[in-house]
């Protein structure tokens, strides 16, 4: 499934990666109108690339060689291009989730007829104690909103919530 809020903060240049290593060392390179950073990948070294005319595919690979990328840009440009692809979001939808825990106490009949109730229960809630990917950059997302294979909406984190339930019967 693809992280759609993590594809869209990261080409907005909100994601707090943007700022952090070698992406925080070339944004403030940027903000000085100075290419600086040098992208994982490799560039032709030698040959021409001949494209397949319906899939745009490289055809002649064996007749190509290939260097490491050297080509300096902005790290934003980097940034936008390459999280415009699905695959630098894509994550696994393998998660662990303790959805919910309740603690009921019921008092005692002896004290609860000496009021007005037959049966009095208070209930301690707790929702979303624990939420586990195997992937921890994609740690805030509920992935079980989004039954399908990919998520076009944006993903809501995951809400922990604790709370009080009083139960009187009268």
């Given at each position: 499934m693809e992280d759609y809020v993590r594809k869209k903060t990261f080409q907005g240049g909100r994601h707090i990666e943007t700022i952090q290593g070698a992406y925080?060392?070339?944004r403030y390179q940027d903000?000085?109108?100075?290419?600086?950073?040098?992208?994982?990948?490799?560039?032709?070294?030698?040959?021409?690339?001949?494209?397949?005319?319906?899939t745009g595919k490289i055809t002649n690979y064996d007749a190509l060689t290939?260097?490491?990328n050297a080509t300096k840009t902005f790290i934003q440009d980097y940034v936008s291009r390459v999280h415009g692809i699905p695959e630098p979001n894509i994550m696994s939808k393998t998660f662990f989730k303790f959805r919910e825990v309740v603690l009921t106490y019921e008092l005692p009949t002896?004290?609860?007829?000496?009021?007005?109730?037959k049966k009095a229960t208070v209930s301690l809630v707790a929702r979303n104690l624990l939420y586990w990917m195997p992937d921890s950059k994609f740690n805030d997302v509920d992935i079980d909103q989004y039954p399908g294979e990919s998520s076009i909406n944006l993903q809501t984190p995951t809400t922990r919530s604790y709370g009080i339930n009083l139960n009187f019967i009268f």
């Open positions: 925080g060392t070339a903000y000085k109108g100075v290419k600086s950073y040098v992208g994982e990948g490799v560039q032709v070294a030698s040959g021409t690339p001949k494209y397949d005319a319906v290939f260097a490491p002896t004290m609860v007829q000496k009021s007005i109730f």
